[in-house]
């Protein structure tokens, strides 16, 4: 064990995790160069398109030393503040973490929430300035800036080029002076972490597991502790070797298949022990982060469901951070309820989905959940608006609101400031550092979720970043808005929002209906109403079958005959038919909100 090091890479987006990574394997000669063609650790086609990392991913890499040689166990960790769930399941499974920071960019907010997760995780933190070849790099001032927003020393800190290899030998010196080798002991009885696991379409699902003492090898019969699970391990071995190890020892980082084909629980999080001599603690679980905010999916054709519900298992398995429960909604049919962390979080699953599964989807308006208190007193949670109860029946609407980090350059102030009060942002502190700014406020979760993010990031080309939490629930002037298409009420379109936003959200939402709306052979109405009353309406003018155009000459009762007769049966039509809505108005519902 004293020549295994484990450790995670995290950084803020962009700040070179992965380009780091690859050279690290590079230089370790870790794969050929067939293998290296493109940045090997993104490796999901979605994430190689956007360019970002999604999943962490975990590899094994030789490091000859001058003396001994070493297993690098290294987990490559997505730096977007979406999938914080990874990085936190990964910084569980080490004993260190370099903190890579962009020398030019300097510090940013999710360099900041990572390195406080690594280090309330006891992880020794090794910091890195990595891209110390830009011309406009300036480490001196970037290490002040860590000293001071983080609180960590800078004296061994490490600089390098991710891109040109300069200072990458120096750094896997470092990795192994600085990050201690694992502890736990190979004779007690076996506990191992289980921090990720996927469906193989050959293999059923597989584990990623740390083993923290005790060791496990083929043909063992384990069990997960605290539920009533058994498996026999049939396959193990380490990422990202293919084939087959006999044993997975103590302080090591490996896969293992038990032959599952149907996936009946999700164990990620869990604590894998011996059934024959079984460890009595679990280990401690990593924490898991609530979802910032729920929709519904519906999958397009009914028939697809019972397969949708298998891929939103199989995701599950993959993204733990992914919620979901059966709904039903009267106009679309059986659907999820699913949580997410974010946008982001949201569009991935989504493409993946509809690539890795090729299911097409209805995806309604997102929402925050809310604390709703009765006139009778009783307190009840509530994630979805059309499941809210009549406004008269309520006393209070509790919101969500989000403790926000901003870091930005000083010259970006003024606006930001100014969208977090147009977000109905509270200011709790502004701290000048050497080239940034920390600026902390409280915003309602639900201004935050969609759109807050992108425009932070407009108004700030890009350089201010933001980090947040969930802080606690508070009384807000919140209303219902209902959607009535042709006097029928579309459950799936119900939204809350603020009592200040009201109409112009309504009138936005009917808006977007009618464009996507087709026209029928009569009028549609569209209403937007907040308990029973309308306050905001549009038209969808009916199509106009000309019925007389048959009647030459100038007989004017036979006209106005026909026309009489076309009224009562378009009445007796819209009475009784029922419109079609495109499932594209659901998803339009994404975009208002987003305004
Ligand atoms: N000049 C320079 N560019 C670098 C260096 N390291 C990375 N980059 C570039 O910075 C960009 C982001 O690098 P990535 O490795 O994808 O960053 P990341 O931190 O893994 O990003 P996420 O996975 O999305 O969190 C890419 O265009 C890299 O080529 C470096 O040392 N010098």
């Known amino acids: 064990m004293k020549n295994i090091r484990n450790f995670s890479i995290i950084a803020h987006v962009d700040h070179g995790k992965s380009t780091l990574s690859d ?64 990085v936190s399941r990964s910084l569980s499974a080490c004993e260190g973490a370099l903190l890579i920071v962009d020398a030019a960019q300097g510090v940013e907010a999710q360099t900041v929430a990572n390195c406080r997760n690594a280090l309330n995780l006891n992880l020794k933190v090794l910091p890195v300035l990595n891209k110390i070849d830009l011309p406009n790099a300036n480490p001196e001032k970037v290490s002040q800036d860590i000293e001071n927003i983080i609180g960590i020393s800078m004296k061994n800190s490490v600089k390098c080029s991710a891109k040109t290899g300069f200072g990458i030998l120096e750094l896997l010196e470092q990795i192994i002076k600085k990050i201690p080798s694992p502890s736990g002991d190979i004779n007690n009885p076996l506990q191992a972490l289980v921090i990720d696991s996927w469906f193989d379409k050959y293999l059923g699902v597989v584990f990623l597991i740390r083993i923290k003492n005790g060791y496990i090898k083929i043909k063992d019969r384990i069990q997960v502790i605290n539920k009533k699970i058994t498996y026999q391990v049939e396959k193990l071995g380490i990422l990202p070797q293919k084939e087959n190890k006999k044993t997975l020892l103590c302080g090591e980082v490996g896969w293992i298949i038990c032959g599952i084909k149907n996936i009946s629980s999700i164990i990620v999080g869990e604590t894998i022990t011996s059934y024959i001599k079984p460890a009595q603690k679990s280990l401690p679980k990593f924490k898991k982060l609530n979802q910032k905010f729920t929709l519904d999916f519906f999958p397009t054709h009914p028939d697809q469901y019972s397969y949708f519900k298998d891929a939103l298992m199989k995701l599950q398995l993959n993204d733990t951070a992914l919620y979901y429960e059966p709904d039903m909604s009267k106009i679309l049919g059986l659907g999820f309820r699913c949580g997410f962390l974010g946008l982001l979080h949201l569009e991935i699953i989504q493409s993946r989905l509809e690539r890795e599964y090729n299911i097409s989807l209805i995806v309604t308006a997102p929402t925050v959940g809310y604390e709703i208190i009765s006139i009778n007193g009783k307190k009840v949670y509530i994630d979805n608006p059309s499941k809210l109860p009549n406004m008269n029946n309520i006393k209070k609407i509790r919101e969500p609101i989000a ?75 919140l209303m219902k808005i209902d959607i ?24 936005l939402i009917i808006k977007n209906i009618k464009k996507f709306m087709p026209r029928h052979q009569f009028d549609i109405p569209i209403q937007a109403k907040i308990s029973n009353t309308v306050i905001a309406r549009e038209t969808i003018k009916q199509l106009r079958k000309n019925v007389i155009s ?36 659901f998803s339009s519902i994404i975009a208002i909100n987003k305004k």
Not at 67 to 76: M, S
Not at 440 to 469: C, H, M, Q, W
Not at 566 to 580: A, D, H, L
């Open 23 to 86: 050279r690290l394997i590079q230089i370790c000669g870790g794969l050929s160069l067939r293998e290296m063609s493109s940045q090997v650790l993104d490796s999901m086609d979605l994430e190689r398109e956007r360019g970002i990392t999604i999943k962490a991913q975990s590899v094994m890499i030789k490091y000859k030393a001058k003396i001994k040689t070493y297993f690098l166990n290294f987990i490559d960790t997505p730096g977007h503040v979406n999938f914080s769930d990874e």
């Open 403 to 477: 403790k926000c980090n901003i870091i930005t350059p000083i010259k970006y102030i003024g606006n930001i400031i100014k969208l977090c009060v147009e977000n109905r942002g509270k200011q709790k502190s502004l701290v000048y550092h050497q080239t940034q700014i920390m600026i902390s406020y409280d915003i309602p979760l639900s201004e935050l979720v969609l759109n807050f993010f992108d425009r932070l990031k407009a108004i700030s080309s890009g350089y201010a970043s933001l980090e947040y939490t969930f802080k606690k629930f508070k009384t807000s002037k």
């Open 484 to 507: 009535f298409i042709n006097s029928v009420k579309i459950d799936s379109l119900s939204t809350v929002t603020h009592k200040n936003n009201v109409i112009h959200i309504a009138k």
């Open 550 to 585: 048959k009647c030459y000459g100038g007989d004017v009762s036979r006209k106005k005959k026909l026309l009489q007769k076309q009224k009562r049966g378009k009445k007796k039509m819209k009475n009784f038919g029922s419109v079609s809505i495109p499932p594209e108005i």
